[in-house]
């Protein structure tokens, strides 16, 4: 007997039928937006390697944040820039620093209305641009946790609701998490970027923040894109220190990683779509290579279906301004 064929090309007939059956859907909510911010006044300087991406001082940001919110952004994640570089990068715990007077400023334009997030790290604050105290060449441990709780704590001061520490140091998120605590802000929640590969993607980054390693790379820390089982093990260990949510980054070569996770933990789970991808995707539709739009969220849609319940990207300026949600 012939077997009737099955078509599954009945429930992709049109647009009605597609939307009715799509199995994931994607929410501005779920959305935090990467801003650059240095100390000055009346600075919006545009990135050449990240088209529509600028540093800002605290003053250009309040009223670009005034933009954002309009749009529906209302989640960053701080980066600050161009402070003063040492050895021990002491400069990033400091209430005066660019992002710590750009929280309180943000803090108090906007209370409530704005949540936001800052980036823990010392490598755009040393001078040999490394993410931890440097000895003979070789990353310390130990002695970079005392400062990067410090500067989780200065952040949590002045005014972050989370702080989400990126170097890749063993035991930091235990770390912060007491310092935290012991500083009565129990309420600062923390999102380890906990499986962080080792990788050329963040290229353009680098330039905007002007934190690459002076010598060497960052292998001894962040991951070996070799490891799937590490990358699990990796999030999970940062669960068990406490961390609030857990994040994949790099996010587009590594779907795998976000689905693993996702089927492990308990706890919400962020992808980061980096510079390098970012400027990629940019870079080809400026050269007419791919349709914009299409790709962005064909990329969107790659992190949501993996597992991903929050999306770090700098295009949700572009899709929420041109409407492509
Ligand atoms: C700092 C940090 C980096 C990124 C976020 N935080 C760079 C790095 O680890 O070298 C990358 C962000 C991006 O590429 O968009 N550790
Ligand atoms: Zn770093």
Redesign the pocket.
Known sequence: MIQPIIRPRRLRKNGLIRGMIAENTLSKDAFIY?MFVTKGKNIHRPIASMPGVSHFSPDTLVKEVEVLLKLGINKLLIFGVGEEKTETGNSSNSANSAVATAIARLRAEFGSDLYLIT?V?L?AYTNHGH?GVLADDYVLNDPSLELLSDMALAHAKAGADMVAP??MMDGRVAAIREKLDDNDLGNTAILSYSTKFASA??G???DV?D?APQKGD?QSY?MDFRNGNEALRESLLDEEEGADMLMVKPALAYLDVIQRIKQNSLLPLAC?N???TYSMVKNAAKAGLVDERKIVMENMYAFKRAGADVIITYHIKDILQNNWL
Do not use: I, K, L
Request: glycine share 4%.
């Open positions: 990467p980036d790290c490598c993410c990126s170097d993607y963040y353009p980054f680098r923040a934190s960052r962040q980061y980096v510079s390098g």
